[in-house]
Structures are given as C-alpha cells and as structure tokens.
C-alpha cells in the first residue's frame, strides 16, 4: 500500500486514483492534485515532485516558507516595493527562511511567532519589523493557499518605552556640534534641525531643490513622495550661503567633494561622535542623528505651532510629532505651573498673607 506523505486514494469503480492534498487532514488542507493511478509508472512520481514543489538541486519543497519566500519575491507585489524597501525586506525574509525555511506554512502558531519575535528582542525595532514583513507574506501566502489564516496578525509588536533615536540634542551639544564638525556633518545637522527630514532624504538635496521660500524634497520613505517644506529666513540665508553644485547635493563627500549617502554619512558621524564622548542629548545620552528630527519638531513647538500645524509642515505623521514634542511639552507644562507660583508669591510679598 502506498504511503507518500499528504497523498489521499480515492477509488472508483475498483481502480485507485491517487491525489496530492497539502496538508492533508488539518485545517490549512489545500485542494487536490492528481497524480495518476499507477504508482509504479515515473509520471506518476514526477508528478508528485511538482505537486510537493520539490527541487532536487535546492531541497525546496511545496507549501514550505522557502517556496512561499521565492514565489513572494518573484511577484509583482515585491517588485511594486521602492529599492531601499526591498533591500530591508530582503534581511527579514532571510532570517524567516533561516528559521522555519523547510517547514509548512499551513502549521506556523502565533507562539512559534512570539518566539521567533522575542528572540531579537534585545533590538525591538527590528523585531517589530520582522514581524511585519511576516505579516505581508502570509498574506500573500494565504491568497495562493500556503495557509488559511495569519496567526502574525494577532502578535503583538513589543512596546518600545523609550525611543533613544527620538530624543533631541541639548541646545548646548548642538552649538557645540556646529563649531567643531566637519562640514558636510556641520550641514546635515543644520539641515536635519530646520527640514526635520531624515538623512536618507537629506543627502540628495541641494541647489537644485532650492525654490521660494522652502526646500524641496522626494521622502523616500514615503515611495518619493513630493514635499514642500517651508524655512524661516535666517534658515535659508544659512543654506544659500553654501557653496554648491547647480545639480549637486550640499551634503557631499569631504574626500572628494562627490555625492555621498546615508551610510557614508552615519559611518562619519558615529566616528566623529565617538572622538568626542561630551557630545549628549537632553537626557545625557550619546547623540543620535534621528535626534536633528526631535528637535526640529521642539522648535515649532517653541514658535507657537499646534501639533497638526508641525505635521502638516514637516509631512511627518501626528503620532510622530507627540512623540518627539513630548520631551518638551512636559518641561514647558512645567515651567507655566511654576510661573503662576512665582506670580502667587510676588503677589503674597506685595500684599501680604491673607487671614
């Protein structure tokens, strides 16, 4: 009698046909495909092999998390995705495939996902992000039958309670920065501050993207999405002073004047940061680059700006903007509370205590 795994006999009329049925008798069963009624015949086991999606060159076998990763970034849903997107993807869907590469899709648990999302829980953020690559490929796996449901969908990301990279720089370390880094440094956090764009984004602005009152941009991000974001005038006096390319960026390499890009940029700032340990933020932590977009927010908030006012201006989404400002919405609450306690005393000096 023929036991291959997930294949069901059926017989007819006293002739056996044999089906392929993935994951047989679970609830993730897919539908069946034949395979003939001779076992013995060698169509028959090619046919299994397809059905099973087996490769003997690769191991890849059907309805695993291999196949279900191959075919998902063959499809034009992956290949909609901006480059730098893909690229991220690309080092999630690796770290699934290294976990659960062999087995079924159909039989992944939200507990099997809480495991796997714990373990890189010593870096929440890409933790999270791993969890939501997961999240987009059951989807697309559950469309072409590798399961029927997406546990992932019910996990919960971790909670990150304080975002270090959201915290801007004192006054002081700013100033500070400005007179001792290096140019394209001493640029890009000057730009960082008044734009609140990420570095990703800065590093291709210039002259170019210089018009009327504002600068510019493509978010990357964003899929390139088009924003405008509006300087005062002694920002722009700053920025139109710098020497610059017609076409060329006003971050550029200080080795050889070229374009450079995010990774050239951090690599320069952690070494810079590292020469120069004093450098902290509003908390006495090392400075982050991430921290220029805290305080750009913080600014407007001084400026008098409502919340929905800065999000609007620096095309960053309401949740964001509260994050950021919050280190500053709590000090300046503070600090009104304290002034209608000096007006209270000045008052009970001039007058006297009441009886």
């Known amino acids: 009698m023929l036991t291959l795994p997930n294949v069901q006999i059926v017989r007819r009329r006293g002739k056996s046909y044999f089906y392929y049925v993935a994951n047989r008798n679970t609830s993730y069963e897919g539908s069946r495909i034949p395979l003939g009624h001779d076992p013995t015949d060698p169509e028959f086991m090619r046919r299994y092999k397809e059905a099973r999606g087996d490769v003997e060159d690769t191991g890849v076998k059907s309805g695993s998390f291999s196949a279900l990763i191959a075919e998902y970034k063959n499809s034009m849903d992956f290949a909609r995705l901006s480059p730098n997107t893909k690229r991220d993807y690309n080092i999630y869907l690796k770290r699934i495939e290294a976990t659960w590469g062999n087995l079924l899709v159909g039989g992944l648990t939200t507990i099997g996902i809480i495991k796997l999302r714990d373990s890189y829980s010593s870096t929440p953020v890409g933790a999270n992000y791993l969890l939501k690559v997961l999240r987009v490929l059951l989807s697309y796996g559950i469309e072409r039958g590798y399961s029927t449901t997406n546990p992932a969908s019910s996990v919960r990301p971790i909670k990150i309670i304080n975002e270090k990279n959201a915290t801007p720089w004192s006054e002081a370390t700013y100033q500070t920065f400005l007179r001792h880094a290096p140019e394209h440094l001493r640029r890009a956090a000057f730009l960082g501050r008044s734009t609140g764009q990420r570095i990703s984004d800065l590093v291709r602005v210039g002259r170019k993207d210089r018009r009327d009152d504002g600068v510019q941009f493509a978010i990357r991000k964003l899929r390139y999405k088009p924003h405008f974001v509006v ?125």
């Open 231 to 355: 300087l005062r005038a002694d920002e722009l006096a700053e920025i139109d002073a710098w020497p610059c390319a017609d076409i060329g960026p006003w971050i550029v390499s200080p080795k050889d004047g070229c374009p450079t890009d995010e990774n050239a940029v951090r690599k320069s700032f952690d070494r810079f940061q590292d020469s120069n340990p004093g450098l902290m933020d509003i908390y006495g932590e090392p400075i982050k680059l991430h921290g220029l977009r805290a305080m750009s927010v913080c600014d407007r908030r001084l400026d008098g700006l409502e919340h929905q006012e800065i999000s609007a201006q620096l095309c960053m989404s309401l949740t964001m903007v509260l994050r950021y400002s919050r280190h500053l919405d709590t000090e300046a609450t503070a600090r009104q509370a304290n002034v209608k306690r000096e007006r209270t005393a000045a008052r009970l000096k001039k007058t006297g205590p009441v009886d």
